[in-house]
């Protein structure tokens, strides 16, 4: 499968394949592993991220079906995770190229390809700002809000993060007044007809453990559950207090793993 946008396309050769090019090309790497490159590149002046997926083999195939994990095998995963979430509002970077090729998931081969998002921050490098420099109470509430409404969504429409940090929550920066917010890195992406309860747990306390350090206040995490269940606060602390305490304790568990 191979699907590349006018932009993209025009700018690549027609003496060799689209995919091997794709496959190829070269810029700044941000994260490099065995079997999987990032890298920002730049073509006519517009700046691109692309990820690609050389075959992860069947050792890292075993290990992930020995740990009842479903293995993450190309871009695919990622390519309908971001799909799906632009279909539900939720701001995620613009996909202007996608290509899978094989049939033997040990060896497959693929790419993705976004559009740079416009100039931003992590709510985790912001938070950190937070220490010397406090945000308004109306801006900081806003953001919450935002955070909520991203996660809310997500869960109530079948998909999980797995790595739902602060750091994979970008902040447009000319967006102010109304926080524009942009979900990244979901290459471990899960997409279910419900999501569940287990996964809904991993993701709030990844969100929970990875903005232990930004000053949040009681009543700040008291606002984003009520956001998050979209209802009153005492109808959800009264009908769900064992759940939110489950999302602490793995929350809190991270955090003494990591600090």
Same mark, same amino acid.
């Given at each position: 499968?191979?699907?590349?946008?006018?932009?993209?396309?025009?700018?690549?050769?027609?003496?060799?394949?689209l995919?091997? +090019?794709?496959?190829?090309?070269?810029?700044?790497?941000? @994260?490099?592993?065995?079997?999987?490159?990032?890298?920002?590149?730049?073509?006519?002046?517009?700046?691109?991220?692309?990820?690609?997926?050389?075959?992860?083999?069947? @050792?890292?195939?075993?290990?992930?079906?020995? +740990?009842?994990?479903?293995?993450?095998?190309?871009?695919?995963?990622?390519?309908?995770?971001?799909?799906?979430?632009?279909?539900?509002?939720?701001? %995620?970077?613009?996909?202007?190229?996608?290509g899978?090729?094989?049939?033997?998931?040990?060896?497959?081969?693929?790419?993705?390809?976004?559009?740079?998002?416009?100039?931003?921050i992590?709510?985790e490098d912001?938070?950190?700002?937070?220490?010397?420099?406090?945000?308004?109470?109306?801006?900081?509430?806003?953001?919450?809000?935002?955070?909520?409404?991203?996660?809310?969504?997500?869960?109530?429409?079948?998909?999980?993060h797995?790595?739902?940090?602060?750091?994979?929550?970008?902040?447009?920066?000319?967006?102010?007044?109304?926080?524009l917010?942009?979900?990244i890195?979901?290459?471990?992406?899960?997409?279910h007809?419900?999501?569940?309860?287990?996964? %809904?747990?991993?993701?709030?306390?990844?969100?929970?453990?990875?903005?232990?350090?930004?000053g949040?206040?009681?009543?700040?995490?008291?606002?984003?559950?009520?956001?998050?269940?979209?209802?009153?606060? @005492?109808?959800?602390?009264?009908k769900?207090?064992?759940?939110?305490?489950r999302?602490?304790?793995?929350?809190?568990k991270?955090?003494?793993?990591?600090?």
């Amino acid at each position: 499968m191979l699907m590349i946008k006018t932009d993209i396309n025009s700018q690549l050769s027609a003496e060799m394949p689209l995919f091997d +090019q794709l496959m190829a090309m070269q810029g700044k790497v941000y @994260r490099e592993l065995e079997n999987r490159r990032t890298q920002r590149v730049v073509l006519n002046d517009q700046a691109y991220f692309i990820k690609q997926h050389f075959g992860v083999g069947w @050792r890292e195939i075993i290990k992930n079906l020995c +740990q009842l994990r479903l293995p993450i095998t190309s871009a695919k995963n990622e390519w309908r995770a971001l799909q799906r979430l632009n279909e539900l509002t939720i701001p %995620v970077p613009e996909i202007m190229a996608y290509g899978n090729r094989g049939m033997n998931p040990a060896t497959q081969q693929s790419f993705l390809m976004t559009r740079e998002l416009p100039e931003h921050i992590t709510l985790e490098d912001l938070g950190k700002k937070w220490r010397t420099d406090a945000p308004t109470f109306r801006f900081k509430q806003k953001l919450i809000k935002e955070v909520a409404r991203i996660a809310r969504i997500m869960h109530e429409n079948g998909i999980n993060h797995r790595d739902f940090y602060i750091c994979h929550l970008l902040l447009d920066l000319k967006h102010q007044i109304k926080p524009l917010l942009y979900l990244i890195d979901l290459h471990r992406a899960g997409i279910h007809k419900t999501t569940p309860k287990r996964w %809904v747990i991993k993701d709030l306390a990844g969100l929970y453990f990875s903005s232990h350090e930004i000053g949040l206040t009681e009543r700040d995490l008291l606002r984003f559950i009520k956001e998050y269940r979209n209802k009153s606060l @005492r109808a959800v602390l009264t009908k769900e207090a064992a759940f939110w305490q489950r999302v602490k304790i793995r929350g809190d568990k991270l955090y003494r793993k990591h600090a």
